[in-house]
Structures are given as structure tokens and as C-alpha cells.
């Protein structure tokens, strides 16, 4: 399956983004697909994820950041609200078949796109 993140940009703190994940060439239904977030110099993080029903994220979004999926449209979304410098990084979603333990890990999913661009002025 390939994947591609679009949506990023540069905005100020408090403002919001709406970061897309389109899925081809695969049975997309059948894959979880996470966000991840890499600044320069850090490992990859855990954003979020919608896995078998619910929707899981790390504490440092929870309350700003939602994700929803649309099967028909083979497509994952992430709402991002009151933007923080903080969350300044490449913006990656992920594909794979992780299992509860590995949801919030990269290594949970197999296949990567290349990533959009988040960059959030104080």
C-alpha cells in the first residue's frame, strides 16, 4: 500500500490544520493507519490512531487533535487544533497491522509515506 500525507503548512500558535493520508494500491479496510510526527534530531512519535473502533492518542494532543477515517475514500484524517510550537515537525501516517501493544510504536506499521510539513510560529 502506498500512502501520502498532504496538508501541512506554516501557521501561528493557536491556529489549525488539516493533515490528509491517502491510501492506494491496497485493500485499505484492512490496515491501521497511525500518525507520527518526527522533529529534526528526534525519534519518530506516536500522534494517534483509529484501531478496531476507537481512536488512541498521545497525551501531549489529546483534547486538540482528532483523527477520523473514511473507508470509501481511502483516506485518514487529522483535525489539529490550538497548534502549539511545539508540534513543529514532518507529519507521517503509517499502515500496518499492529496489535494494542504496538500502536503506539513505528515498528507496528509497515508501510510509510513521505511526510507533510507542520511548522507552527509563537
Not at 491496497?26 to 510526527?37: A, D, L
Not at 519518530?44 to 478496531?52: L, P
Amino acid at each position: 500500500v502506498q500512502l501520502q500525507a498532504s496538508g501541512g503548512g506554516l501557521v501561528q500558535a493557536g491556529d489549525s490544520l488539516r493533515l490528509s493520508c491517502a491510501a492506494s494500491g491496497g485493500t485499505f479496510s484492512s490496515y491501521t493507519v497511525g500518525w507520527f510526527r518526527q522533529a529534526p534530531g528526534k525519534e519518530r512519535e506516536f500522534v494517534g490512531v483509529f484501531f478496531r473502533g476507537r481512536t488512541y492518542y498521545d497525551d501531549s494532543v489529546k483534547g486538540r487533535f482528532t483523527i477520523s477515517r473514511d473507508n470509501a475514500k481511502n483516506t485518514v484524517s487529522l483535525q489539529m487544533n490550538s497548534l502549539k510550537p511545539e508540534d513543529t515537525a514532518v507529519y507521517l501516517c503509517g499502515a500496518g497491522r499492529p496489535i494494542l501493544s504496538t500502536i503506539r510504536t513505528p515498528t507496528g506499521y509497515g508501510y510509510w509515506g513521505q511526510g507533510t510539513q507542520v511548522t507552527v510560529s509563537s
